[in-house]
């Protein structure tokens, strides 16, 4: 089973809806991420949480929110989705350490029409 | 500030060709190092990495990188290039003594050609 997985993996919606993309863990690691990731610009990080009760948000928060259930889910929610958050996104976990790798799950292909 | 930046968004080489990608870097501590490698429909997943120690770093499937500090670079290297290389590879870098909280480069498309 994989280490981190995303549900669901590919999503169409509509403008205006709440949309939740859940993500979950069995690394057992206390931090975990959100990004999104667009052609040409990499991985940009939109929230993060270093344990369940310390959640902080990255360079694109605006329009997003996040949920840490546990210690091994993280959910994100586009409360009033748009066109412009049309995009691949990816949850991802790593341990306390600086040195330590990041684990990426699958990925959520989110079209807004 | 941390910051990556990858030269070049695509890069083609032929099968059996030697693959250079760059990475350069801006960190006003030590930095870790990454090397990732995306295939299509999937996520990430760690090709190799530099801490500290020795500045030639192996990974896997061939790669190896070197973090040259007066350059402040880390470029990725494979002697001979295989289809099964095509993929997206993103440099990362994060800070020692600081928040870990990893910062990618835009990308760097692969293309093998036959």
């Known amino acids: 089973d994989a280490d981190v997985t995303q549900t669901p993996r590919n999503r169409i919606t509509k403008t205006g809806k709440r949309i939740m993309l859940e993500c979950s863990q069995t690394k057992g690691h206390d931090r975990m991420y959100w990004y999104r990731q667009d052609p040409g610009l990499g991985l940009r990080l939109i929230y993060y949480?270093?344990?369940?009760?310390?959640?902080n948000k990255g360079e694109i928060s605006d329009g997003y929110s996040v949920s840490r259930q546990a210690q091994a889910k993280f959910s994100l929610s586009l409360e009033s989705a748009i066109p412009n958050q049309t995009a691949l996104y990816f949850c991802a976990t790593s341990s306390f350490s600086g040195t330590d790798t990041q684990y990426f799950g699958p990925g959520t292909r989110l079209t807004v029409l | 500030a941390q910051s990556v930046t990858q030269l070049g968004s695509h890069v083609s080489v032929s099968e059996g060709a030697l693959v250079l990608l760059r990475c350069n870097y801006s960190s006003s501590v030590p930095p870790y190092l990454f090397w990732y490698v995306q295939y299509p429909n999937q996520g990430l997943q760690l090709l190799l990495k530099?801490?500290?120690?020795?500045?030639l770093v192996k990974g896997i499937n061939g790669f190896e990188a070197e973090f040259k500090k007066s350059e402040t670079s880390f470029h990725l290297t494979k002697p001979s290039a295989h289809m099964s290389d095509a993929a997206e590879y993103f440099c990362?870098?994060?800070?020692?003594?600081?928040?870990?909280?990893?910062?990618f480069g835009r990308g760097t498309s692969l293309i093998v050609h036959p």
């Open positions: 990362a870098v994060s800070e020692s003594g600081g928040s870990y909280i990893p910062t």
């Open positions: 949480s270093f344990d369940v009760k310390d959640i």
């Open positions: 530099y801490t500290t120690g020795a500045t």
